[in-house]
């Protein structure tokens, strides 16, 4: 592990150094607060800090306060050194935002026992910050397919409809739905229909470009949000009902064919609707594409009425899903 340390004494920097060298950290100097500050606001910064209050300029106490009001996400561990003694400068230090203090002189064995105490502070932190991190992702993903869950997607498509229309840019709003998925259930078991549908996230994720965005909306639904102008809508819809049709999904010994169908509705930067709009129009055109046969996915230009993607050779049959 690495060490700022931070002092203007020459003697104090070089004994330190040797001393945390001989305990196994690497330690990276500082000459005074500046010098630690830029250290310590640089990227891979050390995270365990041994700095000195007394120093000309910034002192160690506003180093701490800066270090502090950055409010970061994965906080250095800060140990200040200082000859004061009284408990009134104790209490400064810390309320400054120094974990800890160790008052010179002091005893080898006691800072390498305070260091320690640090390094610990410091795993503990990550561990911390890692399961937080987990949990965000199981929040905001759905288990089975590792795509955006309902309730992510569509805040992530709100704050996407607001950029672009910041941006005068064009989206396509869309939405997929598996054709006959309940079939597949019945006739070759959930796990079937499961890996079914963890395939057709990765195949409509293969379509998608950086800035794309895609979640499961519901059971066998997809919520797609696609960059692109309104006349790049036929080639899109094609690639995705295309990448969805023409290869089955291998499943044991069994190859299934799976279609889909959907609707997408673009949004230009003059439209007001908003997301219920959007998505009530996108399954409307998702339900004609239904009844008109499934394996199409329509999609509006402009404001007239919805055209579509098709297979080229009509196949296809009734019934619901
Ligand atoms: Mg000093």
């Known amino acids: ?4 340390i931070g002092d ?8 330190l150094e040797a001393i945390v060298r001989r305990w ?16 310590l606001s640089a990227p891979e910064a050390p995270r365990l800090v041994l700095l000195d209050w007394e ?17 970061d996400q994965d906080p250095p561990y800060i140990l200040l050194l200082t000859a004061r003694q009284e408990t009134a400068d104790i209490v400064a230090g810390l309320d400054a935002g120094a974990n800890d203090y160790i008052s ?6 006691e800072l390498h026992a305070r260091l320690r105490v640090g390094a610990r502070m410091l795993d503990l932190q990550r561990e911390l910050i890692s399961a937080r991190e987990a949990l965000e992702f199981q929040a905001n993903h759905d288990a089975l397919t590792g795509l955006m869950n309902r309730g992510a997607v569509m805040r992530a498509m709100e704050q996407a409809m607001q950029a672009a229309g910041q941006g005068g840019q064009t989206l396509q709003i869309g939405l997929i739905d598996v054709d006959h998925f309940k079939q597949i259930n019945d006739s070759h078991g959930h796990p079937a229909g499961d890996a079914v549908l963890q395939a057709v996230s990765r195949r409509i994720e293969s379509v998608l470009r ?21 006349d790049e809508a036929p080639a899109f819809c094609e690639r995705l009902r295309g990448v969805i049709a023409d290869q089955p999904f291998v499943e044991g010994q069994v190859a299934l064919r799976v279609t889909v169908s959907g609707g997408f509705v673009p949004l230009t930067p003059s439209d007001r609707r908003g997301t219920s709009e959007l998505l009530a ?4 055109l998702l339900y004609r594409a239904k009844a008109a046969g499934r394996n199409r996915i329509f999609f509006n230009q402009a404001d007239d009425g919805a055209r579509q993607a098709a297979p080229a050779a009509g196949e296809t049959k009734r019934s619901a899903g």
Not at 281 to 284: F, K, L, N, R, Y
Request: hydrophobic share 40%; proline share 3%.
């Open 210 to 230: 950086a800035g794309d965005l895609v979640g499961r909306y519901g059971g066998e639904e997809f919520l797609l949000l696609v960059n692109g102008e309104v």
């Open 8 to 15: 203007d004494s020459l003697t104090h920097r070089v004994m």
């Open 24 to 39: 196994g950290y690497e330690a990276v100097l500082a000459e005074d607060g500046q010098q630690a500050w830029e250290l």
């Open 281 to 284: 129009a996108a399954d409307d």
């Open 55 to 71: 120093m000309p300029g910034l002192d160690g106490l506003e180093v701490c306060r800066r270090v502090r009001a950055r409010q």
């Open 1 to 4: 592990m690495r060490i700022l």
């Open 104 to 109: 010179k002189p002091f005893e080898n064995t």
